[in-house]
């Protein structure tokens, strides 16, 4: 499975934008882009995903660059419910593999 | 609706004891189901994953083993526990095609003293 690389903390204020980037310069034509996010004590819980367009649902957008080398997950208004660790994956189409990484811990200041 | 079942949430268990967490999802037939293990302050890693009843791949070779005896549920082991199995235990499922999302159950959280 290609690589992704986050950063490894951000910040942000409450109700201000937040982007998470996302690297992800080895990604094969076939591979979706998913995030997760991951409470304390809790198990992930599935954010949104892509494939070249860029995505909009109820909590998040996610846009895509062109070369599809990397992508932004973007909350558009954060909540300090939305303190959390953000992971970025790559999935294969053909794989059954979900691998996650260390992803992004993100704090919101209230 | 789908669910996902796992229990225990905690566990405490002592060095050298065997070890079984049970996963069950309910509302759907023939999922893709997953192990993970988060030591504290870590990430997630997949330890089995199963696409079908009795098929068991394995990620990491450890201490640990996992079995689907039925369509819907698949049970993780350990015959002899080490310190470093503690951890937050993760069971997920995946219904379909490949990109779907993925449901967590709520983690057993295993110290082993």
């Known amino acids: 499975d290609a690589k992704t690389t986050q950063p490894n903390s951000m910040e942000s204020n409450e109700e201000e934008p937040v982007h998470l980037p996302c690297n992800h310069s080895t990604i094969s034509g076939t591979d979706y882009i998913h995030?997760?996010?991951?409470?304390?004590?809790?198990?992930?819980?599935?954010?949104?995903?892509?494939l070249t367009s860029n995505v909009n649902n109820r909590m998040a957008s996610l846009a895509i660059a062109e070369d599809r080398k990397s992508s932004t997950l973007i909350l558009h208004r954060a909540t300090l419910r939305d303190a959390a660790v953000y992971y970025c994956i790559l999935r294969a189409d053909s794989s059954y593999k979900l691998i996650f990484g260390s992803g992004t811990r993100l704090l919101v200041r209230p | 609706?789908?669910?996902?079942?796992?229990?225990?949430?905690?566990?405490?268990?002592?060095?050298?004891?065997?070890?079984?967490?049970?996963?069950?999802?309910?509302?759907?037939?023939?999922?893709?189901?997953?192990?993970?293990?988060?030591?504290?302050?870590?990430?997630?890693?997949?330890?089995?994953?199963?696409?079908?009843?009795?098929?068991?791949?394995?990620?990491?070779?450890?201490?640990?083993?996992?079995?689907?005896?039925?369509?819907?549920?698949?049970?993780?082991?350990?015959?002899?526990?080490?310190?470093?199995?503690?951890?937050?235990?993760?069971?997920?499922?995946?219904?379909?095609?490949?990109?779907?999302?993925?449901?967590?159950?709520?983690?057993?959280?295993?110290?082993v003293v």
């Open chain 1, 35 to 50: 995030w997760y996010r991951q409470l304390p004590s809790q198990g992930p819980e599935y954010v949104i995903h892509g």
């Open chain 2, 1 to 111: 609706s789908q669910t996902i079942h796992q229990w225990p949430a905690t566990l405490v268990q002592p060095v050298g004891s065997p070890l079984s967490l049970e996963c069950t999802v309910e509302g759907t037939s023939n999922p893709n189901l997953y192990w993970y293990r988060q030591a504290a302050g870590r990430g997630l890693q997949l330890l089995f994953y199963s696409v079908g009843i009795g098929q068991i791949s394995s990620e990491v070779p450890q201490n640990l083993s996992a079995s689907r005896p039925q369509d819907r549920q698949f049970i993780l082991s350990s015959k002899k526990l080490l310190l470093s199995d503690s951890g937050f235990y993760l069971c997920a499922w995946i219904y379909g095609p490949m990109n779907t999302e993925a449901f967590f159950g709520q983690g057993t959280r295993l110290t």
